[in-house]
């Protein structure tokens, strides 16, 4: 009568070890994945602010006195 709750409690068990196990590496994927993608938002602002200043650069030199 117990037999299909035991079985039941060593499957729900093993999940949780396994799912335990998985994120602890998995863990260091995510902050890889996150680390490249601050990266390339810090290059995308960093070309959007050279390209700002470039803009302001040209559109004051080319404008008519």
């Known amino acids: 009568m117990l037999r299909p709750v035991l079985t039941l409690a060593a499957v729900g068990l093993a ?7 998985l994120w602890v590496l998995l863990l260091p994927l995510i902050g890889t994945l996150l680390g490249l993608a601050m990266l ?10 050279i390209f700002a200043i470039w803009r302001l650069f040209f559109r004051h ?5």
């Open 40 to 49: 390339g938002v810090k290059v995308l602002l960093f070309a959007v602010v």
């Open 15 to 21: 999940g949780i070890a396994i799912w335990k196990v």
């Open 61 to 65: 030199r080319h404008e008519p006195a």
